[in-house]
């Protein structure tokens, strides 16, 4: 399936898309990497960097058709929802809004929605079960249950099916650093760093604590389950901030403890109601708090990159108050001296006029207006130490007409530069956004590349689609079960991409015999087996059902698939040799495919051997006619040229060949050994899966009954 989790970069998140990636899904991811990072992530995966609430999200849906969405995404910060409510309700309701409209319009099947304990508030009925009311006492838990009921309004009024998991404390590896982190987070790394820890209180207080491996263990088999509704996910159990520390001494030696006075708005006792989830689910946690703070401790030990991050804001840029102001008198003063040099000798140069031009180029419209004053002001006062009456100046017009000027001059020119910085921020942020766009579209392109060469490969490649279906069918299309053995080597091995295949014929007397095996030279696997009802090959002969290697034995293959023909397994394959990243549910699929494939068209050959047994054979013997003991002939050579299979043929030197002398023949060998005549009436006899040295235990076998058999010469280049 397709998967998409926001927030999937993050804490839990991660650790959801890790649950199902090991599972073959495919995962998708939308995160900003507020909290998260990508490192978390170590497979494949495709990402879009970007706010849950952004419009480019949609383009995301349309792109990948998504089946289930795990939305995570979170502002999860109480204290940071109370200093900024618009912030977190854009976040945590906004975005989810977004989340589920999109999951509507584009058809997914199930939306997860991680809720929070919150929503109960300070409720101290202990356990909280799912049918308690919620009282939150924050605006994040408050935006908590509005998201539920959202979630559950999306499924009334557009069938959408949510699953809502109301978290408790979840810790673990990869959570977020920061002032606000979780006690266990803080407690470990305070810890690492040999600093004291800080207790609220007096420690009393309890929390549910739940390992995050448990968590995602749950949202998988929600999501697999088909399961709706309202669940607690919790451990069920309290654990007090002492008995905490005391976990965590354990790990680390304590030295020192502050406790300090109790945060208004704690809760004092904490404990969720797991029994629902139980029932429901047939899921129960697997790691003790001991377990879980173990792998906690190792994770944060081994971090290369400083532990605690004391503030995750960045810093505002740090500005001078008026600094403008200063800068602009600065200049002002600049001028004054000028004016005061140039005026003895040059009396046409308006030196203000200069000024007030430049204040408006580097400073803007409110201190131009400073400046053009400033400027009117100095011509005041120059006015006046030459002896002018106040007065008489606001009616002087050409003193006034300068005044109009300076205005005028500060105005026009302040309102054309901040009108061009504006256009130019304007077209800088739509740069950015068309970057952006772009970035995100070439994303997309380069999905749809990557998926169209793909279905070019499996178009044009033999490896992958019509080709491999073709070349399975011919190698299988054969109806003699010699050739098809051979032929179920190579389906094998370009199905299954493996390189260590045998095939086993069963014998009742519970010796296998070796049929065919992969032509790999560092596979030799032995010409006969003895079958143990305890060995994986025993459990598959009898039980008729493909079994795998779970435990990873040695000494086991990795798989055993049984052919069954009327009620009765008639032979094995085994395989000894798989790549770890194919053990997926999709290739047990493959396997079992393969297995039908190969179990049918040797139903076929044997069926037509029962049609054909008065001809192929001779009289009531299993003496081949020779039609038919040249092609066992041809198939012997073809799978030692292929596979490396070696055989031996021998000559029989006798002019009796009575049925009796063929009967006797018959029974001194094995069930994969054949024997028949050639055109010009010769008796011959194939030895399956012998070297030359081993064929004379059967040459002595039969000299032992009177029969003289040698070895052909002109085989000899097959069996050495």
């Known amino acids: 399936m397709n998967i998409l989790i926001t927030g999937g970069y993050g804490f ?187 207790i609220h209180g007096n420690g009393d207080q309890t929390r549910d604590f739940i390992y995050v491996g448990d968590v995602a263990e749950a949202i998988y088999r929600g999501v697999i389950s088909g399961l709706s509704g309202t669940y607690n996910l919790s451990s069920n159990s309290e654990t007090s901030i002492n008995e905490l520390v005391d976990e965590l001494s354990a790990f680390h030696n304590i030295t020192d403890i502050q406790r300090i006075e109790n945060r208004p708005g704690d809760i004092h006792r904490s404990r969720l109601d797991n029994t629902k989830v139980k029932a429901d689910l047939d899921w129960v946690p697997k790691y003790t708090l001991h377990e879980g703070l173990s792998k906690t401790f190792e994770y944060y030990k081994n971090r290369p990159e400083p532990l605690i991050q004391q503030n995750e804001s960045r810093a505002p840029s740090y500005k001078i108050p008026y600094l403008s102001f200063v800068e602009n008198v600065v200049l002002f003063l600049l001028f004054l001296c000028i004016s005061s040099f140039l005026a003895p000798m040059v009396d046409t ?78 077209m800088k942020d739509e740069l950015e956004s068309a970057q952006s766009k772009y970035e995100f579209l070439t994303g997309i392109y380069e999905d749809t590349r990557q998926v169209k060469e ?114 009765k397994t008639v032979a094995v394959i085994a395989c000894y040799d798989v790549g770890f990243e194919q053990l997926t549910l999709s290739y047990r699929n493959l396997i079992d495919v393969v297995s039908r494939l190969i179990t049918a068209s040797l139903a076929r050959a044997y069926d037509y051997m029962k049609e054909i047994n008065t001809e192929r054979y001779v009289g009531e013997t299993n003496a081949l006619m020779p039609y038919y003991f040249q092609r066992i002939l041809d198939n012997k050579r073809k799978a030692f040229l292929e596979l490396r299979i070696p055989y031996v043929k021998l000559q029989v030197l006798s002019e009796d060949y009575s049925a009796d002398v063929l009967r006797l023949i018959g029974s001194l060998l094995r069930t994969n050994d054949y024997f028949g005549f050639d055109e010009e009436g010769h008796l011959f006899i194939l030895l399956s899966n012998v070297h030359l040295k081993d064929s004379q235990f059967v040459i002595e076998r039969l000299d032992q009954k009177g029969i003289t058999a040698v070895p052909v010469e002109e085989e000899v280049p097959y069996v050495s």
């Not at 494949?44 to 058709?65: G, M, N, T, V, Y």
């Open 12 to 198: 839990i998140g991660s650790f959801v898309a890790e649950r199902f990636f090991k599972e073959n899904h495919s995962i998708f991811i939308i995160d900003n990497l507020t909290a998260g990072k990508k490192e978390n992530i170590y497979f494949r995966h495709k990402a879009l960097i970007a706010d849950i609430e952004d419009e480019r999200c949609e383009q995301f849906f349309k792109a990948h058709s998504f089946d289930i969405v795990i939305h995570c995404a979170a502002q999860t910060h109480v204290q940071q929802s109370i200093d900024e409510p618009l912030r977190d309700s854009s976040t945590n309701l906004l975005g989810l809004i977004n989340m589920l409209n999109l999951s509507k319009k584009y058809g997914v099947k199930k939306f997860v929605f991680a809720s929070s304990a919150s929503i109960y508030g300070d409720n101290q009925v202990l356990p909280l079960k799912e049918i308690e009311e919620g009282r939150p006492i924050s605006l994040y838990g408050l935006n908590k249950m509005t998201g539920e009921t959202y979630c559950r309004k999306w499924e009334e009024m557009y069938g959408l099916s949510s699953l809502i998991f109301r978290f408790s404390n979840v810790y673990g590896p990869r959570q977020h650093l920061s002032r606000e982190s979780g006690i266990i987070a803080t407690f470990t790394n305070r810890l690492i760093e040999n600093k004291s820890l800080v």
């Open 349 to 426: 140069v308006d030196v203000w006029l200069v000024y007030i031009l430049i204040a408006a180029l580097l400073f803007g419209k409110t201190q131009t207006v400073i400046a053009s004053f400033l400027a009117i002001g100095f011509y005041v006062y120059v006015m006046v130490s030459q002896g002018r009456e106040w007065s008489s100046l606001f009616i002087d017009n050409s003193i006034l007409a300068a005044f109009t000027i300076y205005l005028l001059v500060g105005f026009i020119v302040s309102y054309v530069v901040d009108r061009r910085k504006i256009e130019l921020q304007f």
């Open 454 to 567: 793909q279905l070019q490969e499996q178009i044009l490649r033999t490896e992958d689609g019509i080709g491999k279906i073709y070349h399975a069918t011919k190698e299988l299309d054969s109806l003699e079960p010699e050739a098809l053995f051979n032929g179920a080597i190579h389906v094998l091995e370009r199905t299954l991409k493996a390189r260590q295949f045998v095939i086993y014929l069963v014998n009742p007397s519970g010796y296998m015999r070796l049929a065919a095996k992969s032509a790999d030279d560092a596979f030799q696997p032995g010409a006969s087996l003895k079958m143990s009802p305890d060995s994986l090959i025993g459990r598959a002969v009898s039980q008729q059902k493909i079994h795998y290697n779970t435990s990873l034995q040695a000494d086991e293959p990795l798989f055993v698939s049984p052919i069954v023909q009327d009620g």
